[in-house]
Structures are given as structure tokens and as C-alpha cells.
């Protein structure tokens, strides 16, 4: 199993639409969350972390489930400018001793259609 | 406030040659990444530094890959010699790390750097 997984893309959504993404992960002890954007040609940006509690930002909510041990990411409202692919990041428990492992998911690709 | 800075934005060049990318982390950040992206294997990072120092190099692909931080504001990644595969995006993010629980912070990512290799 592979330590980051996401839903396989491309999705194609029409604009309004409400989409949601899921990414899943294999270390029980992972403890930080993040979702990055990255459109085409670009670096990878920051959209927002992910806390235990769910977090919204305007039309983005994104949310944890421990015990299943995935994050989600749903974006209400879908505007044509939302159009990118969606990257999960894990990151581990108390950082010591100077290693932060990073894991990215492999991104999935959101295509909203006029 | 700048954030990570990537140079050169493009580079192509023939097979065999020396290439050097550079960044400049944000300042005030201790860690240092430096990550490869294709459409074939997606992002991966490649050497990971924190507070200078060199904490996993597990993803240099081989010998021809080498990184340096010789301080906190400057690293480097050199391939040598270059083969076409090496063509690829490679970016440099930077981020804060603090010791404790919850105490990872996201990563700011450069510009990143368009290497061609003919």
C-alpha cells in the first residue's frame, strides 16, 4: 500500500458543482495535514491545512477522519479558475531530532467545464 | 516578503554537461527540500536538509545528483554529468520546523526550475 493515496483524476465537474476529494493514508501516527493546489506549469501552493476538527475557507471545507485514516477536501460552488490538480501532503507526528518526512499524494486533477 | 527563490527559471542544455540549480529558502525557515516533478512519477523529493545539514538523501536518484547547503540562505543541486532523463521540473521549498507536538508547518515551494537536457 502506498503511504499516500488519492482518487484517481481527472475529474470533470460543471461550474457550480459541489466536488470532493479523498486522500488516504497508511501511517497511523501521521499528525499533520495539508492540501496544496497546483495548476499547470506552476509550483505546488499552499491551499490549506487540515485540522483534527475540519477546517472551512470560504468555499473550500476540509476534513480528517483518524480513524479511517483519510482526508478530504470539498469544494462547494466550482468556478472555472478552480481548475488544477490537488495535492495531499502527510507529514509525521513530533518532529525530532531533525527529520520531517514529507509525503505528497500524487495529485488529482479537477477540470471544471463551463 | 520573498519567498523561495529559484534560478535559473529554464535551463536547457546537452547531455553531458555540468548543470547547477540553485535557491534561496525563505528566511527564517530551517528546512530545505529540493523535489523532482515528471508526469510519469509525479513530485518527488529528492534531499532534504534542516538547519544545513543533510537529513535524507534517500530519493537522489544516483552519483550524478549532489546538493549542498552550505548556509542557511543558499543550497544547491548539481547533476553531473546530465542525461535526458534527468529533464524534468525540480523545485526547492522551504519550511519552519520546531521541535514539539504539531509542530510540522507547510512548505513553500519556488518557482521552480525547467531543466532540459538534449
Known amino acids: 500500500r502506498k503511504e499516500v493515496e488519492q482518487d484517481p483524476g481527472p475529474f470533470n465537474v460543471p461550474e457550480g458543482a459541489t466536488v470532493a476529494f479523498n486522500c488516504t493514508y497508511s501511517n497511523s501516527a501521521s499528525q499533520s495535514f495539508f492540501w496544496y493546489r497546483q495548476d499547470c506549469r506552476k509550483e505546488p501552493k499552499l491551499l490549506m491545512s487540515?485540522?483534527?476538527s475540519g477546517n472551512e475557507d470560504g468555499r473550500f471545507t476540509a476534513q480528517l477522519n483518524r480513524a479511517s485514516q483519510y482526508i478530504s477536501l470539498l469544494i462547494r460552488d466550482s468556478k472555472l479558475s478552480d481548475s488544477a490538480t490537488y495535492l495531499c501532503v502527510v507529514l509525521p507526528g513530533t518532529f525530532s531530532g531533525g527529520y520531517q518526512k514529507v509525503t505528497f499524494g500524487t495529485g488529482t486533477k479537477l477540470q471544471v467545464i463551463p | 516578503d520573498a519567498g523561495v527563490i529559484q534560478s535559473p527559471r529554464h535551463e536547457v542544455t546537452e547531455m553531458g554537461q555540468e548543470v547547477t540549480l540553485r535557491c534561496k529558502p525563505i528566511s527564517g525557515h530551517n528546512s530545505l527540500f529540493w523535489y523532482r516533478q515528471t508526469m510519469m512519477r509525479g513530485l518527488e523529493l529528492l534531499i532534504y536538509?534542516?538547519?544545513?545539514?543533510?537529513?535524507?538523501d534517500s530519493g537522489m536518484p544516483e552519483d550524478r545528483f549532489s546538493a549542498k547547503m552550505p548556509n542557511a540562505s543558499f543550497s544547491t543541486l548539481k547533476i553531473q554529468p546530465s542525461e535526458p532523463r534527468d529533464s524534468a521540473v525540480y523545485f526547492c521549498a522551504s519550511s519552519l520546523a520546531v521541535s514539539g507536538i504539531n509542530s510540522n508547518q507547510p512548505q513553500h515551494f519556488g518557482d521552480g526550475t525547467r531543466l532540459s537536457i538534449l
Open positions: 536538509f534542516n538547519n544545513n545539514v543533510p537529513i535524507d
Open positions: 487540515v485540522y483534527s
